[in-house]
């Protein structure tokens, strides 16, 4: 167990809250793609977060009684929001089924925006607390002196 | 872990008290990392009521240890921290228990700690040296 193990565990977060920036962003861009490879509008994509558990050596360390391991963060999945699209009357569009009716990505944009400022702020406090832990780094290197 | 002239109590318990720290930090940074997982909950180290007995300044009435070898004594080293968990209390419905002012605050609270704990150290060294150098500069 070391100080430096610590970085990694805020940089998991940061890796973390980053790709659901990214995320955000994509779907932000997509709110009017009505056509996608896979056929039919955009679907709003979610990350699903998990606690790094440290897998066999956080199990061994729990044994033998040793300090475990850092843990932090990671992105179990991205997945596809199941919620239903929205329809729109638009008859005119290319992309409109035959009873005029235009099926919209399930994009909220209210709600990505909220997820955007979410994300960044749990992105600003693993920067804190990532500088905090380099400062605490500087601190022990100056012991000696 | 020291040589002889080196069996300074003090010291011992200065470091068990950076390390009881510094495992303290990593609890409240894997909490901040994850402020967004549903269903974690926050964790937290201990230790300081460990080396509080094993300094013998304990509330609790224990029978004095003058020598390792005493029954139900701790010496200062074997003081270790343990990592415990929060369970049943959440703050949110996703079944997320960890508040992020709570742990920024906490986490600003323990980085301060561990600079005094380094600067008592360093203090400590400098002592040290001071008396090898039998005083002169």
New interface residues.
Partial sequence: ???F??LD??A??LT??RL?IELVAENLANVYTTRTPAGGPYRRKVAA???RDGGFAALMARFT?R??P????QVTGIYEDPRPFKRVYAPDHPDAGPDGYLLLPNVDVVEEMVNLI??Q??YE??V??FN??R??IQ??L???? | MYGIWLQDRTLWALEQAIGGVAQRHQALLDNIANVETPGYARRDVVFRDALREALGRSRRLAPAATDPRHFGARPVQAVEPRTVTASGWFMRGDGNGVSLDHEMALLAENALEYQTLTRQIGMRVAMLRTVISEGRR
């Fill in positions: 167990m070391s100080l193990n610590a565990i805020s998991s977060a973390a809250e659901r977060f998990g606690a009684r300090a475990e850092p843990r932090g963060v979410a994300a702020r749990a406090a693993n804190t607390a905090t832990t400062s605490l601190s022990a100056s012991i000696g002196g």
